[in-house]
């Protein structure tokens, strides 16, 4: 299983990001998908998740309403559409494959995880 995570960088307050994440190494289409970040000091913690059709997504409340996620089974890859960005949104993300799923946003929920990409957003 590998999981690579791009797209992230350096965005003005208030501007736009789309993080990528490709998968490869196992049947994508059947497997839920998730964003985490982690930002410097601070525990990892759930951004977005979706289900593995795309019917179903989650977000955490710090993101809703200006982050979005979606993915694309015949390119194995899913997206994360961040808008809005504000500087408390500065981590390191991290995409990751659902394992045994409870809520979606439990770290136990994925089993394996991508290397992260970095989002820094200046005010």
């Known amino acids: 299983v590998q999981l690579q995570a791009s797209g992230g960088g350096l965005v003005q307050d208030g501007g736009s990001l789309r993080l990528s994440c490709a998968a490869s190494?196992?049947?994508?289409?059947?497997?839920?998908m998730g964003w985490f970040r982690q930002a410097p000091g601070k525990e990892r913690e759930f951004v977005s998740a979706?289900?593995?059709?795309?019917?179903?997504?989650y977000f955490a409340d710090s993101v809703k309403g200006r982050f979005t996620i979606s993915r694309d089974n015949a390119k194995t890859t899913v997206y994360l559409q961040m808008n809005s960005l504000k500087p408390e949104d500065r981590a390191v993300y991290y995409c990751a494959r659902g394992g045994r799923i409870t809520t979606f946003q439990a770290i136990g929920d994925y089993n394996y995880w991508g290397q992260g990409t970095e989002v820094t957003v200046s005010s």
């Open positions: 190494g196992f049947t994508f289409g059947s497997y839920s």
């Open positions: 979706i289900n593995w059709n795309g019917a179903n997504t």
